[in-house]
C-alpha cells in the first residue's frame, strides 16, 4: 500500500525506520528525535521545527 500525503505528515516515532529516516534529514540524533514526538506530537512539520530550534 503506497504511502499517503496524511500517512507522510506523520512521523511514528515507535517505528524506528522512521525516526532514522528523521534523524537523517535534519542532523538530530534518535533520541532528539523520540523526544521532539513525544513533546510536539507526531506531526512531521511540528517535530522537524522543534528539532530546528535547538
Given at each position: 500500500m503506497p504511502?499517503?500525503?496524511q500517512d507522510r505528515a506523520?512521523?511514528?516515532?515507535?517505528?524506528d525506520?522512521?525516526?532514522?529516516?528523521e534523524a537523517d534529514k535534519t542532523g538530530a540524533s534518535k533520541s532528539e528525535v523520540k523526544d521532539?514526538?513525544?513533546?510536539?506530537?507526531?506531526?512531521r512539520k511540528a517535530v522537524e521545527k522543534n528539532?530546528?530550534?535547538k
Amino acid at each position: 500500500m503506497p504511502n499517503t500525503k496524511q500517512d507522510r505528515a506523520r512521523v511514528a516515532g515507535q517505528q524506528d525506520h522512521e525516526v532514522q529516516y528523521e534523524a537523517d534529514k535534519t542532523g538530530a540524533s534518535k533520541s532528539e528525535v523520540k523526544d521532539a514526538v513525544k513533546s510536539e506530537g507526531n506531526s512531521r512539520k511540528a517535530v522537524e521545527k522543534n528539532l530546528e530550534d535547538k
